[in-house]
């Protein structure tokens, strides 16, 4: 299928990964989760581990308030981090809840190597750079599971997950995608201008995106070998 439209600059960052980007969202947890055939611990493990991941996602998310330089990125940012905390999260502690593990308990599941690598990497992208560093490090998160969630709502041949893909293929998910690719696409024309493809800094972003890109790779993975 053809991947959903999320703004010029998310699609040369995405163009750029390479092969990451397939190896990302064309993962086998990924295909588990379409035909319904991942083991359900696995699964479970996932979510404790993502939940953990959206705490340290939703930090980040506030720092690209305080790295924004118009109020148009501001409000983008802390839509961001309301759909986070209100909307992603809830879905992790509502399945959690319904498998018996209750959500204090979720909260203080333990962080693998992997989850840490990963926030560790986005945190620091935007406490050491701008909101242009910070949005290359966040963006395949973002619009990565809102490319998965869209391709799995068409591919799907079991229900095991349809919570999980119906969550992310739904219109608040595809309009927090749409609302980050335009958050982007602006942002790199504020800072880099019209022609910022050309950009010798465009570049840079590229390899941090592609960094991020195969960091959620190793997540998908840390998934299936817990």
Request: aromatic share 12%; net charge negative; charged share 25%.
């Amino acid at each position: 299928m053809t991947a959903p439209e999320y703004g010029r600059g998310f699609a040369l960052m995405r163009e750029a990964a390479g092969e990451a980007w397939g190896d990302y969202t064309r993962h086998a947890f990924v295909e588990g989760l379409k035909d319904g055939t991942l083991p359900r611990e696995a699964f479970l493990h996932y979510l404790r581990q993502d939940y953990v991941f959206l705490v340290h996602f939703s930090r980040a998310w506030a720092l690209a308030v305080v790295k924004s330089e118009t109020y148009e990125e501001m409000l983008s940012a802390v839509g961001t981090v309301n759909s986070l905390i209100s909307e992603e999260m809830k879905l992790h502690v509502g399945i959690c809840e319904a498998a018996g593990i209750p959500q204090d308990e979720l909260f203080a599941t333990p962080e693998r190597p992997e989850n840490l690598a990963y926030t560790r990497f986005v945190l620091e992208a935007g406490y050491s750079g701008d909101l242009l560093d910070l949005l290359a490090a966040l963006a395949p998160c973002v619009m990565g599971y809102g490319e998965i969630g869209a391709r799995l709502a068409k591919e799907k041949t079991s229900e095991v997950y349809a919570d999980w893909i119906a969550t992310y293929s739904g219109e608040v998910a595809q309009g927090d995608c749409a609302a980050v690719g335009q958050l982007l696409e602006s942002a790199l024309i504020h800072r880099l201008g019209e022609d910022y493809a050309n950009s010798p800094r465009f570049a840079t972003l590229c390899d941090k995106f592609r960094k991020a890109t195969e960091l959620e790779v190793s997540f998908w993975q840390m998934g299936l070998t817990r």
